[in-house]
């Protein structure tokens, strides 16, 4: 596992380097936005700790330009946190923020939480189901529905793509919860149910039944293309 640390202040950078080699991962350090682009291009990166206020591009164009190619966890590491700044963050594709300054015991956590839900994601869904008509493409982060874009909000992507992975197989909502949303989770297992209504809603389903996603009364749900004619 390679972490690529992208930070101009040499002693933070070093410091977060440390504890990351403690904890066994590889670490490569950009101390400049075009560096890190660079590095990024060039070696296999697993992870991303991204600070904002940097020499040549800054953190948010460097993170805009990496989620134009690849899912790669990326932690923002900065001392912008005001809300809007965060949110900022998460809407360029951020998938976590931790605000200087920072405990590095707590930023350890950080990765090994999203290194786990990126292990989730990877095992996800992808391609064509329910008789071809929907797409589900991971890297886009994009369901398909007949060749159209469904906009959807990632917990949504998560919970469908995970139910699509193992068609047939009922899953209950802590499961849901654990395997799909994980450490992104934050509600009571009754949510699991609003982003299930959410999804029927938006794609639309077929009549047949009670649709793709079908509802295991007293445990779960499951997704069913069974009734969908090739
Ligand atoms: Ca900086």
Redesign the pocket.
């Known amino acids: 596992m390679k972490i690529l640390i992208v930070?101009?202040?040499q002693a933070i950078a070093e410091v977060v380097s440390a504890y990351a080699k403690r904890d066994g991962y590889e670490t490569v350090i950009a101390q400049d936005g075009l560096t890190a682009l660079e590095i990024f291009e060039r070696d296999a990166i697993d992870l991303v700790i991204l600070?904002?206020?940097?020499p040549k591009l800054p953190g948010e164009e460097v993170c805009r330009r990496i989620r134009e190619k690849s899912s790669v966890p990326i932690i923002m590491l900065t001392a912008k946190n005001g809300e809007a700044d965060v949110v900022e963050g998460l809407d360029l594709g951020a998938n976590d923020y931790v605000a200087k300054p920072f405990s590095p015991r707590v930023l350890m956590a950080r990765i090994r939480a999203n290194l786990r839900n990126k292990e989730t994601r990877d095992n996800l869904a992808s391609g064509l189901c329910a008789g071809g008509r929907i797409e589900i493409d991971p890297e886009r982060v994009e369901i398909r529905k007949d060749g159209k874009v469904i906009p959807m909000t990632k917990s949504e992507f998560l919970i469908f793509s995970t139910l699509a992975s193992r068609p047939i197989r009922t899953w209950s909502r802590e499961e849901i919860i654990r395997v799909a949303l994980g450490d992104d989770f934050d509600g009571f297992d009754r949510t699991i149910d609003t982003y299930i209504k959410n999804l029927r809603k938006k794609l639309a389903e077929p009549e047949h039944e009670n649709g793709w996603i079908k509802t295991i009364y007293g445990f779960g749900y499951r997704f069913d293309d069974d009734g969908e004619k090739n």
Not at 51 to 54: F, G
């Open positions: 930070e101009d202040e600070d904002l206020m940097l």
